[in-house]
Antibody
Framework: EVQLVESGGGLVQPGGSLRLSCAAS????????MHWVRQAPGKGLVWVSR????????RYADSVKGRFTISRDNANNTLYLQMNSLRAEDTAVYYC????????WGQGTLVTVSS | QSALTQPASVSGSPGQSITISCTGT?????????VSWYQQHPGKAPKLMIY???KRPSGVSNRFSGSKSGNTASLTISGLQADDEADYYC??????????FGTGTKVTVL
C-alpha cells in the first residue's frame, strides 16, 4: 500500500524558515517524480514544486521560486521542502504527492505563517 | 502559471448527470492530453479520479468520465450519488515539467 506521511509543519513567524519532510513507503520511491502541492485554508489546490526521480531536476511555481527548495533522499525514501523567507500567504496545508501524473497524496501538514 | 478556470459550483439530483468544465490555454490543456481530475471531500486529501484526460485508475467507478476539446477539459459524473458531493479539481501538465491546477468546483447533490 502506498503511504506518504508529511511532517514538519507548524507556526512560524514571517521571514522564518521551516523544513517539511515526507516519508514514503509501499512503492519504489526512487522511480517516481514527486511534488509538493499546497492548499490555503478554504482555498484551492496550488502546485508548488516537482523533483525528478534521481533528484537532478527541480521545478518551482513562480510564487516560491528562490525561497523554497525541494530535495529527496532516495536511500531513506524521503522527500523534503525547505521553505525560507516565509510570508503570510504561504500559510497552507502542504501535501506530498507521487508521480506524473500526480496520483497518491499524503494527508498533508499545516504551515501557519503569523506573528 | 494562471489557474485553470472551473465553475465555482455545479449541482444535480441523485441519478442525474453533471459535467464540470476546466478551461486552460494552448500552453497547457490545449497542448497536452495530460489532464487529471481529483475529488476532495472536506478535511481529506484529494483522490485521483481521471488521468491522461480520460483514463480511470483502478477502483474508480465508471460513472466518472473525462474528455477534452481544444483548451477545455471536462469531467462528467453520471448516476449522481450522495457520496459524489465534494470539491473537484482539474490539473494539467503545463510544459517544462510544471503543472497547474484548476480553481475547483463544489458539487452539490440536491
Amino acid at each position: 500500500e502506498v503511504q506518504l506521511v508529511e511532517s514538519g509543519g507548524g507556526l512560524v513567524q514571517p521571514g522564518g524558515s521551516l523544513r517539511l519532510s515526507c516519508a514514503a513507503s509501499g512503492f519504489t520511491f526512487s522511480s517516481y517524480w514527486m511534488h509538493w502541492v499546497r492548499q490555503a485554508p478554504g482555498k484551492g489546490l496550488v502546485w508548488v514544486s516537482r523533483i525528478n526521480s534521481d533528484g537532478s531536476s527541480t521545478r518551482y511555481a513562480d510564487s516560491v521560486k528562490g525561497r523554497f527548495t525541494i530535495s529527496r533522499d532516495n536511500a531513506n525514501n524521503t522527500l523534503y521542502l525547505q521553505m525560507n523567507s516565509l510570508r503570510a500567504e504561504d500559510t497552507a496545508v502542504y501535501y506530498c504527492v507521487r508521480g506524473a501524473p500526480p496520483d497518491y497524496w499524503g494527508q498533508g501538514t499545516l504551515v501557519t505563517v503569523s506573528s | 502559471q494562471s489557474a485553470l478556470t472551473q465553475p465555482a459550483s455545479v449541482s444535480g439530483s441523485p441519478g442525474q448527470s453533471i459535467t464540470i468544465s476546466c478551461t486552460g490555454t494552448s500552453s497547457d490543456v490545449g497542448s497536452y492530453n495530460l489532464v487529471s481530475w481529483y475529488q476532495q471531500h472536506p478535511g481529506k486529501a484529494p483522490k485521483l479520479m481521471i488521468y491522461e484526460g480520460s483514463k480511470r485508475p483502478s477502483g474508480v467507478s465508471n460513472r466518472f468520465s473525462g474528455s477534452k476539446s481544444g483548451n477545455t477539459a471536462s469531467l462528467t459524473i453520471s448516476g449522481l450519488q450522495a457520496d459524489d458531493e465534494a470539491d473537484y479539481y482539474c490539473c494539467s501538465y503545463a510544459g517544462s515539467s510544471t503543472y497547474v491546477f484548476g480553481t475547483g468546483t463544489k458539487v452539490t447533490v440536491l
